[in-house]
Each structure stands twice: as structure tokens, then as C-alpha cells.
């Protein structure tokens, strides 16, 4: 079987067993590209919190974020964990989006997601798994995004080498997969359903697992 085949064959399995995850929980553009900026390096359960504080000082706005303090934002966001260097990511991205487009997300989100993707990533704090969750689920354009699961999943697998970086397990992805947005938001979803329940960095719990009967190596 194939690198493209096996890829595709996991997507199948992992949808089979978990079907379709709903993914990304947000009320607004705003409150998405906020969540792909705190979910790093911490559970969504404490992003959601982080996100509530905002809503509940009516601060979830453009306008707002760009008006208040650093110091003042870091302290709301403080359930999410490293809350200094987040709040100065957040601010970072609101500078970017008044300097480039009048402070309006649409406009950002018109531009064409290559771009789109190089500008995001001269932005100071913000890397390739958070502008291509931004481009994926706030901007709604096709591009995979990578993450610490997704090596784990497909390197265990034997799919990919353990040293292939991000931008070549992304293309790799792009080149197997129909270049679809649904697909690439639930293939993402998926793997990081089945990396919580049974693919853990320690001790994974390959018993009843969706991909347990999946060529593999541990």
C-alpha cells in the first residue's frame, strides 16, 4: 500500500469508529483565531475559560483588544497558560490586522491562503501550526495542519521517518488528500481524538484502538 493509500485508509478507519467532530468550537472569526493563538501548550477546557473572561468584560472584540493593556489582557487569559507570551501574541496579531487590514478580519480572509499564510508567520509569536489553524477553521481556506499528534500518530505508524519536519508531513498530507476543507478540519480533528484516547506519548493504549490492527511500530 502507499503513503497517499495508507493515509487515506487511516482517515477512513479514524471515521468510521469516531464520525464527524464538529470542529472548531468558536462564536465568531474573532473568537477563533483567539482560540488557535491560547490552545497551545494547554487543554481547550482552559481556553474556553480564557475566552469567557474576555466575553464577560466585553473585550472580544477588534477594538477592544487592540485598546486594552497588555498587562491587562495577560490576566485574563491567565487560565491558558504562559498568559504573558500569549498576550503579546494576541496584541502582535491585532497590530498586524489594523497595519495591513484596517483592523477588519474579512479583509484578511480574502486574501489568498499562500499569502495569507506568509504574512501570518512574520508575525512575532505566531508559527505554522497556529497560522494554518487560523487559514483552516477562522478563514475557512484548504491547507493541513500539523501538529504534535500527527507525528506521533503517523512516525509510530511508519508512515513518515521520526525526523520529518512540519512542512514536509504538510505536504505530504495536501499531495494524499482531496484538497478539501471539511476532510483536512475532521482528518485533524480525528487525530487528535484518537492521540487523547489511545495514542499517548507515554503508554499508549493500543487495545481497542481505531488503528490498532495498522502496520505499526511503538
Not at 483588544?65 to 491558558?80: G, K, M, P, Y
Not at 519536519?165 to 476532510?183: A, R, T
Request: glycine share 4%; with cysteine; charged share 25%.
Amino acid at each position: 500500500m502507499t503513503i497517499p493509500e495508507r493515509i487515506n485508509k487511516i482517515y477512513r478507519l479514524l471515521y468510521t469508529k469516531y464520525g464527524p467532530q464538529g470542529w472548531w468550537p468558536g462564536d465568531s472569526e474573532l473568537e477563533c483565531v483567539l482560540g488557535a493563538i491560547l490552545t497551545q501548550n494547554t487543554s481547550w477546557t482552559n481556553v474556553e475559560k480564557a475566552i469567557q473572561n474576555l466575553k464577560d468584560l466585553n473585550v472580544i472584540s477588534v477594538e477592544m483588544l487592540r485598546l486594552i493593556t497588555t498587562d491587562e489582557l495577560a490576566q485574563l487569559i491567565r487560565s491558558s497558560g504562559y498568559y504573558n507570551q500569549k498576550a503579546l501574541k494576541i496584541k502582535n496579531f491585532i497590530n498586524f490586522l489594523y497595519e495591513n487590514y484596517e483592523g477588519e478580519l474579512e479583509k484578511m480572509f480574502d486574501q489568498e491562503a499562500s499569502m495569507l499564510r506568509d504574512k501570518l508567520l512574520e508575525i512575532k509569536g505566531i508559527g505554522p501550526e497556529t497560522a494554518d489553524s487560523i487559514i483552516l477553521y477562522c478563514a475557512n481556506k484548504p491547507v493541513f495542519v500539523i501538529d504534535a499528534y500527527t507525528h506521533r500518530i503517523f512516525s509510530r505508524h511508519g508512515v513518515v521517518p521520526e525526523q520529518t519536519n512540519y512542512n514536509e508531513m504538510q505536504e505530504l498530507f495536501m499531495d494524499s488528500l482531496e484538497n478539501d476543507v471539511e476532510i483536512f478540519n475532521e482528518y485533524h480533528a480525528l487525530i487528535v481524538k484518537v492521540a487523547k484516547e489511545h495514542c499517548k506519548k507515554q503508554k499508549p493504549i493500543c487495545t481497542g484502538c481505531p488503528l490498532e490492527d495498522d502496520p505499526h511500530t511503538v
